[in-house]
Nanobody, 114 residues
Framework: QVQLVESGGGSVQPGDSLKLSCATS????????MLWYRQAPGKEREFVAR????????GYADSVKGRFTVARENAKNILYLQMRDLAPEETGVYYC???????WGQGTQVTVSS
C-alpha cells in the first residue's frame, strides 16, 4: 500500500532554511504528481507545492514562491522540499501526498521562532 514518511523538520529561527524529505513506497513514484501541504496550529491544511511526475513541472503557493523549491529523486522514490527564509507564520506540520491517492503520512513538525 501507499506509504509516505516525512522527515527533516525541526526548530529554526526566522530567516533560516530547512530541507524536508518524503520517503515513499507502494506506487510508481516517477509517474505520480506529488504534493506538499502544511497545517498551522488551529488552521486548515493548505497547499504548498506540486511536482508533476513525468514532466518536470512544478507549482507553488503564492506565499512560498521564490523561497521554497520542490524536487524529487525518482531513483530513490524521495520527494524534497527546500525551504528558505522561513517565517514564524510558517510553523506547522508539513505533509507530502500523492495527488492520486487519499493517503497522508504522519507529517514532520517545523517550528520557526526566535
Amino acid at each position: 500500500q501507499v506509504q509516505l514518511v516525512e522527515s527533516g523538520g525541526g526548530s529554526v529561527q526566522p530567516g533560516d532554511s530547512l530541507k524536508l524529505s518524503c520517503a515513499t513506497s507502494g506506487f510508481i513514484f516517477s509517474s505520480q504528481t506529488m504534493l506538499w501541504y502544511r497545517q498551522a496550529p488551529g488552521k486548515e491544511r493548505e497547499f504548498v507545492a506540486r511536482s508533476v511526475g513525468l514532466y518536470g513541472i512544478f507549482g507553488y503557493a503564492d506565499s512560498v514562491k521564490g523561497r521554497f523549491t520542490v524536487a524529487r529523486e525518482n531513483a530513490k522514490n524521495i520527494l524534497y522540499l527546500q525551504m528558505r527564509d522561513l517565517a514564524p507564520e510558517e510553523t506547522g506540520v508539513y505533509y507530502c501526498k500523492v495527488e492520486a491517492f487519499d493517503t497522508w503520512g504522519q507529517g514532520t513538525q517545523v517550528t520557526v521562532s526566535s
